[in-house]
């Protein structure tokens, strides 16, 4: 009864405020309706949304890197873009059940500004992962560097940065950089031991420089009062796909993107941001990211955005959508045929999958070597892989 309720409350709302944008119906001149009438929808409303209301209690893992932004890391932005779908794609079984957060901070670069210890906070902690990866490709690669403030930046991390209050959130911060630990204004150890007894998992991850051998010691002894190993990685390593791979990539991509029906100024922008990140990965990211879509179209979060998921849901009302929202080939089409779009989407969108997937695994490159070098190091992927799963599965 409150569902019912509920929808009748939509259709009053409607007419009254007269907001939103008719999908097949002319505009109507404003109706009159008791104040009384009005009330009674809005308390239904309330109530349809309280009788469907349904407590999210999924994990909650925050997880976010701070990376070392000075000259002598450049580096590192080509290697970040290349492992980032890696590492998303890595732990796509469980985002079904629990929230997987990723957030960005930079620091030591001169323009972050001294009085904020050279420390940025770029994204904070979202589900979001095209915003993130976005936010980072923005950045300028290379910079005239600030001071290495470690210990401040840890204190940034935790204090700065928005975190969940759920309790029981699960909060990790990665630090990539190399370099002298002991600078600044706040001690390393001591900003350390304030963010462990917080809960937060402090994590380091060495990047291998030409002096590596002389900054690694201080890196050891970050780790150690982290309580977590050191990963010793190298920058620019990366998987070597043929042309030919990547080409059949790309179709492959732009094929899955047609089948997109986006709807809403929040599928608009959804759609530009993957049609963005799309552009800035790199070829040795591809087959990644075109997994995570892939995945991220069936997540149940997608209704919010794309037509025929939200066409499968209870609440689907066609009547709501905005005709000039959509994609340019549907703005002109019809109710009926809409809907029987929509329908036959539904029925062959399993086998599209099925297809997408088979022919990407065709082009799947080489797997990531995990093993370490002569010198202990790994590659900055497999690194990345391995502490992103290892933080999600705590």
């Not at 732990?91 to 670069?109: A, F, I, K, N, P």
């Not at 990211?289 to 066409?311: C, G, I, Q, S, T």
Request: net charge positive.
């Amino acid at each position: 009864m409150p569902n019912l309720f509920g929808r009748l409350s939509r259709v009053f709302i409607f007419a009254v405020e007269h907001r939103l944008s008719i999908f097949f119906l002319p505009r109507y001149p404003m109706l009159r309706i008791p104040k009384l009438v009005l009330l009674f929808c809005l308390l239904s409303l309330s109530a349809d949304k309280a009788f469907s209301a349904n407590p999210d209690n999924r994990k909650i893992t925050e997880i976010v890197f701070c990376i070392d932004m000075s000259g002598s890391t450049s580096g590192v932005f080509e290697s970040f873009k290349k492992a980032y779908w890696k590492m998303i794609s890595s732990v796509q079984g469980q985002m079904s059940t629990q929230h997987v957060c990723v957030g960005l901070v930079g620091y030591s670069r001169e323009s972050f500004k001294q009085d904020s210890n050279f420390v940025k906070v770029f994204v904070h902690p979202t589900e979001n992962y095209e915003e993130v990866f976005l936010e980072f490709c923005k950045i300028k690669t290379y910079m005239p560097g600030g001071s290495q403030h470690l210990g401040a930046l840890v204190d940034a991390a935790v204090n700065r940065v928005t975190w969940s209050k759920r309790k029981g959130a699960q909060r990790v911060i990665i630090v990539i950089g190399n370099g002298d630990v002991n600078i600044g204004p706040v001690k390393l150890k001591a900003a350390i031991r304030s963010a462990k007894r917080k809960g937060f998992v402090i994590q380091p991850v060495f990047l291998k420089s030409n002096i590596y051998k002389k900054e690694i010691k201080d890196w050891e002894s970050f780790a150690a009062m982290s309580g977590e190993s050191l990963y010793f990685v190298n920058m620019l390593d990366s998987t070597v796909i043929d042309n030919k791979k990547v080409d059949d990539l790309r179709v492959a991509n732009s094929d899955f993107n047609q089948k997109i029906i986006y709807y809403g100024k929040t599928g608009r922008k959804t759609f530009d941001e993957i049609n963005n990140s799309d552009l800035q990965t790199p070829a040795d990211g591809l087959y990644e990211r075109l997994k995570y879509k892939m995945f991220e179209l069936k997540n149940e979060n997608a209704h919010d955005w794309e037509l025929v998921e939200y066409y499968n849901t209870s609440e689907f009302e066609l009547i709501n959508i905005a005709r000039e929202t959509l994609p340019v080939q549907y703005t002109t089409v019809v109710a009926d045929s809409m809907i029987q779009i929509l329908k036959l989407s539904t029925t062959s969108k399993k086998t599209d999958y099925s297809n997408f997937q088979t022919e990407i695994e065709k082009i799947k490159p080489p797997p990531i070597d995990f093993a370490p070098a002569d010198d202990k190091s790994m590659r900055f992927d497999a690194a990345l892989q391995l502490i992103f799963r290892n933080a999600v599965n705590r």
